[in-house]
């Protein structure tokens, strides 16, 4: 089964992927709450039917990266510390023949 045009099912899991604290398997959120304006409830859902634990997690917008174009007023998120350092990728791992996203028909725009 594709989801996209040569994109697998796979590579789409990876970008929203949740796993089961108990066995590690792919796991789904069947339902969500707000619980404010910053915060949500989710009820997920293991994916290994030998398993089948659910539970319940929270998904929490934590500070500010990049500014709102359209800000809420009523929403006060403050900005990252100055100190914050994003996570980032071996050089390796984002060279073109490394990275099993890679479309080999596209041109590489970075060195």
Same mark, same amino acid.
């Given at each position: 089964m594709r989801d996209r045009e040569g994109e697998g099912l796979t590579t789409r899991m990876r970008k929203g992927f949740v796993q089961c604290p108990h066995c590690n398997a792919p796991a789904t959120i069947r339902t969500s709450e707000w619980v404010n304006e910053t915060v949500k409830d989710? &009820?997920? $859902? @293991?994916?290994?039917? !030998? @398993?089948?634990?659910?539970?319940? =997690?929270? /998904?929490?917008?934590?500070?500010? /990266?990049? #500014?709102? =174009? $359209? #800000?809420? %007023?009523? $929403?006060? /998120?403050?900005? =990252?510390?100055? !100190? &914050?350092? +994003? +996570?980032? &990728? #071996?050089?390796? =791992? +984002?060279? %073109?023949?490394? !990275? %099993?996203?890679?479309d080999p028909r596209q041109i590489p725009m970075f060195g």
């Open positions: 989710l &009820y997920l $859902i @293991c994916l290994n039917t !030998d @398993c089948g634990h659910t539970w319940k =997690a929270q /998904l929490a917008a934590v500070f500010t /990266l990049s #500014p709102s =174009a $359209i #800000p809420n %007023p009523q $929403i006060n /998120l403050p900005m =990252a510390p100055s !100190d &914050y350092v +994003r +996570r980032r &990728y #071996p050089e390796s =791992a +984002r060279e %073109p023949g490394n !990275d %099993p996203g890679h």
